[in-house]
């Protein structure tokens, strides 16, 4: 029997993330398709910021020579059983879309079909709870393979649809297109004539003040509906802070800022790489909404992607109204969810199933600003925040 090309190994130490920092950069760089999410910038950020409470497993796929070719790195949830439930490092907390195995060269299909193996075969879990992951994933087929000759449980679920385009011919074809153009123009020239109106994309040097006034721009944004699902809590925003920095030596962090006279009003924080623009999070001045500096800043985002000659702008997962005025195109996230054969396993199946069914019942009768609140709430307790209060505004639509 032939030895194998790629071998496994798992680590649980949280001091291995540091130690194969180089190595995942070089994956990563590799990896033409791979989401910004799973760079070990990213990633390791993520850990400092939200590890606390938690076990890590990261998985390693070397080929023959020792090269590193994959990486697969799975956190456990916190709680009273921490091993029971695992998933993948960087979901959840933070928004991550396109998470998955991490692999590249010519031994990536074998270098992905072995870690997802060995995540399987670990030991330890009753529920691989793989959220996040691209729909055309490779990664999907192999775990329904895998589960099969394992005899696992496993389903697949949709999770997120991701709007974006492909950038074709120049920005004014396409703003021809939106349906909001007239309103679009409109305020482009008025907040044109303004004194001291511009806008400005932070350098390096920039980036954390640069983020701290983004999250000011968020917060206000969001206030008056409760606060921000995206961003829902200060640790979540500390996760931003020191994450800039980082992104920003990459040379991946693209935070834009509209200014009048010497306050900034609006700002989008996008992150970018390959030629593609990752549009995360945006926030604005509720005092100017009449002069909708968001449409503006977002629409000249946009413009300075085509003067850039980006391929792609992604406005990540998320159907809101204003992206789909932009958008042509999406792709779709989706959860894999497989279960070890077990007693307690399939009791807790059954419970999942039985809340499963209410929680969509609820949705179905509740107003759409409660079921926001609701899930504000959810996004507070993983980050560890006190209780979101629920006032009498929220019960009705």
């Known amino acids: 029997m032939s030895e194998p090309t790629v071998r496994v190994t798992l680590h649980q130490d949280p001091a291995r993330l540091d130690a194969v920092r180089d190595e995942w950069r070089a994956v990563f760089d590799a990896a033409s398709d791979a989401a910004p999410f799973l760079s070990w910038e990213w990633l390791r950020s993520w850990w400092a910021s939200f590890g606390a409470g938690r076990r890590l ?36 907390l933070g928004g991550a879309d396109g998470l998955d195995a991490l692999v590249a060269g010519p031994r990536a299909a074998e270098a992905r079909a072995a870690l997802l193996s060995a995540a399987l075969d670990a030991g330890g879990w009753e529920l691989l709870d793989l959220e996040d992951l691209p729909c055309g994933s490779p990664s999907v087929r192999v775990l329904l393979e895998l589960a099969g000759a394992r005899g696992l449980r496993v389903r697949v679920a949709r999770r997120f649809a991701c709007p974006g385009f492909a950038l074709r011919g120049t920005f004014q074809q396409h703003l021809a297109r939106i349906r909001r153009r007239e309103t679009y ?37 969001w206030k008056a509906e409760g606060g921000s699902y995206g961003i829902p809590t200060p640790a979540v925003e500390a996760f931003h802070v020191a994450l800039a920095p980082a992104l920003a030596e990459r040379g991946w962090l693209r935070l834009y800022r509209l200014w009048v006279g010497e306050a900034a009003i609006a700002a989008v924080y996008g992150v970018e790489l390959r030629r593609r623009f990752f549009f995360y999070q945006s926030g604005s001045d509720p005092a100017w909404s009449a002069r909708s500096p968001g449409l503006v800043l977002l629409g000249r ?76 709430m959810r996004r507070r307790a993983q980050a560890g925040a006190g209780p979101l209060r629920i006032g009498p505004g929220d019960l009705h639509a």
């Not at 400005?200 to 983020?211: D, I, K, N, R, Y």
């Open 57 to 92: 497993r990261l998985l390693e796929a070397r080929d023959g020579a020792g090269r590193a070719c994959g990486f697969l790195a799975l956190a456990g949830s916190p709680g009273l059983r921490p091993g029971r439930r695992w998933q993948l490092l960087g979901n959840g």
């Open 301 to 376: 985002t946009i413009e300075d992607a085509y003067a850039r000659g980006l391929t792609d702008y992604d406005f990540l997962r998320g159907e809101e109204a204003y992206k789909l005025d932009w958008a042509a195109d999406r792709r779709e996230t989706c959860a894999v969810r497989l279960r070890a054969p077990s007693l307690r396993s399939e009791t807790d199946r059954a419970l999942e199933t039985t809340v499963e069914a209410a929680r969509h019942a609820a949705r179905a009768v509740a107003p759409p600003r409660l079921w926001a609140a609701l899930q504000r």
């Open 185 to 221: 123009g409109r305020r482009v020239r008025w907040l044109g004539r303004q004194p001291g109106f511009r806008i400005e994309v932070a350098e390096l040097g920039q980036a954390a003040p640069a983020m701290q006034d983004f999250l000011r721009l968020h917060r206000l944004r």
